[in-house]
């Protein structure tokens, strides 16, 4: 007989997204003529920028021509785009990132999943409360946690808390950790670190010896000029710091797949004989072995993103998304709801209106105005009594959904 990985019987019920899904399902089915708004999910909805598709038109022609037809490309990435990653994500932000540093994928989720593989088990992981639940349910996988207590948290992580009381500014673990998941500008609450915190945090990491894993995938959202927008920007990050970035939320790539994981080359970890081993190669050999890169003409169309034109188009896409939260938050706001986040990201936090528990609130809404959101409670314990709402709608969808809480808050 086959054994089975016994972690996964660890996992709390479904992945958030898809039992939001079956819910919503659920709801639709028994309900077909209910017109429902999807502000759950962050998943974008405007057409890619105009750019980028002129670039995806060309790449195919390319590929249908013998003279500059590609087959497997390096599964690290093409030199022009890590290329241009370089310069435009880092080096004109004073980041000191080289393009051998960059290494191209299909999502930030998968690589903040897969980079376990190069870590060793006994590490003692941090997590902020709530928290992207990829970050925990990889661990569970691979069985760096125990059980699950009855609030969803896992024996063997160690929960910092990020809730109003301490304005959403996680505190540094009262002891060594290894590994540190740090998302900024944050999923779910939609808050961001200033430079002082993320200097707090590599500092901590550099004393310890632990690896900061960064998730800067929504930092293109960044409006507020003071806010670092990649961990490199943090003096001593290159030494302890991994970060992941997307073109997914910034390029309206969810469907399209393009990201990338920087690793720098100062970074390291130890063996189990306690040697200090360069942590570069052993991503590059994991790519290598277990991945065969993100197709030509997808890569074409990411590096178009850095074109003048593909800039330009880019922030208008970004511009219309922060509009769209500026119109959840004071929508919100008007009918006395508290709100957070939605300035320097496309999440809007909430407090539950009454006080009423994460789930039961999405479930009133999508009974009463039809309208989707994600429970907090479902990115971990301390979101209990919060809710989020994605500002990646159609205008349209997005004042509509605004009427209707207000509508059924009011
Ligand atoms: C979210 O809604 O939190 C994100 O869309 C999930 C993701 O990017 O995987």
Redesign the pocket.
């Known amino acids: 007989m086959a054994r089975i990985n016994d972690n996964y019987n660890k996992l709390k019920a479904g992945y ?2 898809p039992e939001i899904g079956r819910r919503v399902k659920a709801f639709t089915d028994a309900n077909p003529d209910a017109a429902v708004i999807r502000l ?4 974008v909805t405007e057409p890619l920028p105009a750019a980028i598709v002129e670039a995806l038109h060309a790449a195919v022609d390319e590929m249908s021509a013998r003279e500059t037809f590609r087959g497997y490309g390096p599964e690290q990435g093409y030199e022009f785009l890590r290329e241009a990653i370089a310069e435009n994500e880092f080096r004109s932000r004073g980041a000191d990132v080289s393009a051998d540093e960059i290494f191209v994928s299909d ?3 998968c690589d903040s999943g897969n980079i376990l593989d190069i870590f060793g088990s006994g590490n003692t992981i941090a997590v902020t409360d709530p928290v ?1 639940p ?1 970050y925990v349910d990889t661990n569970v996988m691979v069985g760096n946690t125990g059980e699950a207590d009855d609030a969803g948290r896992y024996g063997g992580l160690i929960y910092i808390p990020v809730t109003a009381e301490n304005d959403f500014t996680p505190a540094l673990p009262d002891r060594p950790v290894d590994l540190i998941y740090l998302c900024y500008p944050n ?2 609450t939609g808050t961001v670190a200033s430079r002082d915190t993320l200097t707090e945090w590599v500092d901590f990491a550099r004393k310890h010896g632990s690896v900061i894993l960064f998730d800067a ?1 929504y930092e293109a959202y960044i409006t507020d000029s003071s806010i670092p927008h990649s961990i490199f920007e943090i003096e001593g990050a290159r030494e302890v710091a991994i970060e992941f970035r ?1 073109f ?2 910034k390029a309206g790539f ?1 469907g399209t797949r393009c990201a990338y994981t920087v690793v720098p080359k100062e970074l390291a970890g130890t063996t189990a004989s306690g040697d200090r081993q360069a942590i570069h190669p052993l991503w590059n050999r994991r790519q290598s072995t277990k991945f065969n890169g993100v197709s030509y003409i997808i890569q074409r169309g990411a590096e178009a993103s850095y074109s003048d034109a593909g800039k330009a188009q880019i922030a208008d896409l970004v511009e219309f998304y922060l509009t769209n939260a500026r119109l959840l938050r004071e929508g919100l706001e008007k009918v006395g709801i508290t709100v957070y986040g939605g300035v320097n990201a496309p ?1 809007v936090w909430l407090k539950t209106p009454g006080g009423a528990s994460s789930w039961d609130f999405f479930d009133t809404l999508l009974g009463k105005a039809h309208l989707v959101g ?1 429970p907090g409670s479902g990115f971990g314990a301390a979101g209990e009594g919060y809710f ?1 709402l ?1 500002a ?1 709608n159609s205008r349209e969808n997005v004042e509509e959904a605004v009427a209707r809480f207000q509508q059924l808050v009011g």
């Open positions: 958030l997204f759950g999910i962050g998943d999502g930030s989720k992207y990829v999923n779910p995938a997307s997914s939320k969810t999440y994600t989020r994605s990646f």
